[in-house]
């Protein structure tokens, strides 16, 4: 799994590179940040290795307690950027609290399912109610792509949690009618992210131009690419945020339907690898967590992959370990050290009770 990470990591630096010569500014210092913060998040993967997954799953209320609060308090005093408040700016450097809300919703949900089975509707509403505080939250920054993200993560692990399929076809039956009185409730950027998915030729200079430019990107590589930092659309500025939400269009302009498919395959191999380690383990915790944390990853990659596409709505979820930002880079390193964690407690028993 670590071998896979790394070299996702290094395929991101590669792209982020590239990506740095379409925004303007030097083309190293983009890959430069992205280096601190890998070298942070290997620190961080080392300690959290070292403490193991039990302490974590121990304090998860404290923790998400503590991560309601911060998305409390970003309401409050939280950056502006874009009419969203996503982040707490300090100094040059921005902290997302929905990222660390993933692992901790994750780790909580873990605890609080292996204790309470969603099995009864009293459990599967304490649940619901626990979780929804945290995606309401997410909804009011608004960030409608992290509360996607939530909503798959508690959904998966309901289901393997042994939620009965009544209740779990109920709940999908219940987001479908309620869909349009949360229309209602959107901004009116985001109901044209959706309007534009459908025909971004509608306003192609407005809310449908990042699609289109994406799709040409995409599609202009061809089945080998144009080769590295030979790409136009990100090159000549047409691709908006090319580091970060379209970084993957920025990469298959360059490498290709080849290296798209390379891409696509890591992923897949780092899915195996969580999954494999929820299936090894005995502990109900640990399988819970490895399942949210697929479950948050396969979301994310597909969401991302498929808007450089056209195939979903933008929603301008970065891709895990490939976009730049140090919030994403050191949420995930934490959450597959859990998962690590989690692949090696049973060789650590094993070797306990033969010394």
Not at 20 to 25: A, D, H, L, W
Not at 76 to 91: D, E, N, P
Not at 121 to 135: E, F, M, P, R, Y
Not at 206 to 211: D, I, K
Request: some cysteine; aromatic content about 12%; overall charge positive.
């Amino acid at each position: 799994m670590l071998v896979v990470v790394l070299c996702l990591f290094g395929l991101g630096l590669v792209s982020i590179y590239s990506a740095g010569i379409g925004v303007r500014t030097s083309t190293m210092l983009f890959v430069l940040k992205q280096l601190v913060w890998g070298a942070v998040s290997a620190l961080v993967y080392v300690s959290v290795l070292r403490v193991g997954y039990h302490h974590f799953i121990r304090y998860s209320y404290w923790m998400y307690g503590a991560t309601i609060l911060l998305l409390i308090a970003l309401s409050l005093i939280g950056a502006v950027s874009k009419g969203a408040v996503r982040w707490f700016q300090l100094g040059s450097l921005s902290f997302q609290p929905a990222e660390l809300g993933k692992v901790v919703l994750i780790l909580a949900m873990s605890r609080f399912f292996s204790r309470n089975p969603p099995n009864s509707l009293k459990n599967l509403l304490t649940a619901l109610a626990l979780s929804g505080i945290s995606v309401l939250l997410i909804l009011l920054q608004p960030d409608l792509g992290s509360a996607l993200v939530y909503v798959a993560v508690v959904f998966s692990m309901l289901a393997v949690a042994g939620s009965p399929g009544k209740y779990l076809g109920g709940l999908v039956i219940s987001g479908l009618a309620a869909a349009p009185f949360l229309w209602k409730t959107l901004k009116t950027y985001q109901k044209l992210r959706l309007v534009v998915f459908l025909d971004p030729y509608i306003d192609p200079q407005g809310a449908g131009y990042n699609v289109i430019q994406s799709r040409i990107a995409v599609g202009s590589g061809g089945l080998w690419g144009k080769g590295f930092l030979q790409g136009t659309q990100g090159r000549l500025h047409f691709l908006p945020e090319p580091h970060t939400d379209f970084i993957f269009s920025v990469y298959a302009e360059e490498f290709g339907f080849v290296g798209g498919v390379i891409v696509v395959l890591l992923f897949a191999f780092l899915f195996w690898r969580v999954s494999r380690a929820a299936f090894r383990t005995k502990d109900i915790r640990g399988k819970l967590f490895c399942i949210g944390v697929a479950a948050w990853l396969w979301f994310q990659v597909m969401e991302s992959i498929a808007m450089s596409m056209g195939l979903a709505p933008i929603t301008g979820l970065p891709l895990p370990l490939f976009s730049y930002g140090g919030s994403s880079l050191l949420m995930t390193a934490l959450a597959l050290a859990l998962v690590q964690s989690i692949a090696v407690s049973p060789v650590r028993d094993k070797f306990s009770q033969i010394a």
